[in-house]
Nanobody, 120 residues
Framework: QVQVVESGGGLVQAGGSLRLSCAAS????????MGWYRQTPGKQRELVAD???????NYADSVKGRFTISRDKAKKTVYLQMTGLEPEDTGVYHC??????????????WGQGTQVTVSS
């Protein structure tokens, strides 16, 4: 059974830093990408950053230069280092795991989310 578990959220003052972790388990093959999405009230869930199997990364314009996504392949864990946090970064951060196994059918798995609150 595939599982995705986030950790590392919390309350921080503007300008501060946090590191989120996302650990995936329950699969052997088919890793395609992992990423972080942010959910805020009244808005659609939006991509913050993701990292592909090749190691290439993608960031939302609002976090470029402040956030860094990285991956530990052996641990099947993705990290999101957030610096220079702003109140607009507040939200529930959900981790996404995308698998593309041999059958060619893409599958998405989501964690329950971790709250990040940035006070001004």
């Amino acid at each position: 059974q595939v599982q995705v578990v986030e950790s590392g959220g919390g309350l921080v003052q503007a300008g501060g830093s946090l590191r989120l972790s996302c650990a995936a388990s329950g699969f052997m093959f088919g890793f395609n990408s992992m990423g972080w999405y942010r959910q805020t009230p009244g808005k659609q869930r939006e991509l913050v950053a993701d990292i592909a199997r090749s190691g290439s990364t993608n960031y939302a314009d609002s976090v470029k230069g402040r956030f860094t996504i990285s991956r530990d392949k052996a641990k099947k864990t993705v990290y999101l280092q957030m610096t220079g946090l702003e109140p607009e970064d507040t939200g529930v951060y959900h981790c996404n795991l995308n698998l593309l196994p041999f059958d060619g059918r893409s599958r998405d798995y989501w964690g329950q989310g971790t709250q990040v609150t940035v006070s001004s």
